[in-house]
Nanobody, 123 residues
Framework: QVQLVESGGGLVQAGDSLRLSCAATERTFSKYPMGWFRQAPGKEREFVAAISVSGGSTYYSDSVKGRFTISRDNAKNTEWLQMNSLKPEDTAVYYC????????????????WGKGTLVTVSS
């Protein structure tokens, strides 16, 4: 079973950047597509970004496209989410996920989850 641990969250101002990391405990990390979701207070968990096993294909929600970049290093069992030009509406708990089965934009499709890291963007 893959265990995922996120880090890198914090309090920033609008327009700032943050880089989130997700470290996996298993070498099988390299076998799984990976993704990021976020959940704002009072809202449902929503898809942010996903990356293929090789890293050659990436996918983004419309709300973060052009501002966020997902990447991974299979040798380090780690994926990242580089977040630029942050907005107050990006405030949420960000979750790392692994091994989707089906629609990768649906949180129900993902098998493994981290506990999340909080990102707060002040205006």
């Amino acid at each position: 079973q893959v265990q995922l641990v996120e880090s890198g969250g914090g309090l920033v101002q609008a327009g700032d950047s943050l880089r989130l990391s997700c470290a996996a405990t298993e070498r099988t990390f390299s076998k799984y597509p990976m993704g990021w979701f976020r959940q704002a207070p009072g809202k449902e968990r929503e898809f942010v970004a996903a990356i293929s096993v090789s890293g050659g294909s990436t996918y983004y929600s419309d709300s973060v496209k052009g501002r966020f970049t997902i990447s991974r290093d299979n040798a380090k069992n780690t994926e990242w989410l580089q977040m630029n030009s942050l907005k107050p509406e990006d405030t949420a708990v960000y979750y790392c996920a692994a091994d989707p089965d089906g629609n990768f934009k649906d949180s129900e499709s993902w098998e493994y989850w981290g506990k999340g890291t909080l990102v707060t963007v002040s205006s």
